[in-house]
């Protein structure tokens, strides 16, 4: 009897220890509000995103987008330098990767060691007049992520950390790998 006993609790232990994972999955896929969901992305997701007719001409690849208004002065520089580095840091994935200026005055991009820069870098510039980004809170952000399909989705601050474009790029490279 004590070993009829002794198989019946292991049996048991071990139909609970095996059917524990999946009655647990079951319940969260129910309750999904019961998962505390922390946000994969650094940048801040534009919802909707907006859309970009000029992006729709370039090659069909992912966008790192720096709005400029006006000249490009230093601090725009540096921060083109930071982009340039996001898309060597991808590796293999940087070909999927487009680098572009976007100002709403492309004549004020005369210096000639600023066009090297850009020819060297990689970089496109587009020029887009202000009702391209009307859909986006003003003075807000400076760099973008685009899809393919001409659209922005991902927004940072001009102080962003290049770790935080090379990580949400990184991801959707990833998870899109068609795109």
Not at 15 to 30: I, K, N, Q, T
Not at 49 to 55: F, G, I, K, R, T
Not at 88 to 113: E, F, I, K, Q, Y
Request: aromatic share 8%; proline share 7%; net charge positive.
């Amino acid at each position: 009897m004590k070993l009829m006993s002794r198989r019946t609790v292991l049996f048991c232990f071990l139909g609970l220890l095996f059917a524990a994972p999946g009655v647990l999955a079951l319940f969260f896929f129910r309750h999904p509000d019961m998962i505390a969901g922390a946000p994969t992305n650094q940048g801040f997701l534009l919802r909707p995103p907006v859309s970009v007719p000029a992006l729709l001409e370039m090659p069909a690849n992912w966008h790192l987008l720096l709005w400029n208004e006006g000249a490009c002065e230093t601090a725009c520089k540096a921060a083109l330098d930071r982009l340039a580095r996001v898309r060597l840091a991808l590796g293999r994935r940087a070909r999927r990767v487009d680098v572009s200026l976007v100002t709403s005055a492309p004549a004020s991009l005369a210096d000639a060691m600023l066009v090297k820069t850009l020819k060297d870098a990689d970089i496109r510039v587009l020029g887009l007049d202000d009702k391209a980004f009307a859909g986006l809170p003003q003075n807000v952000s400076a760099f973008f992520i685009a899809d393919p399909e001409g659209y922005l989705v991902l927004s940072y601050a001009k102080d962003a950390p290049p770790g935080a474009l090379y990580h949400d790029l990184k991801h959707l490279l990833e998870t899109n790998p068609d795109g």
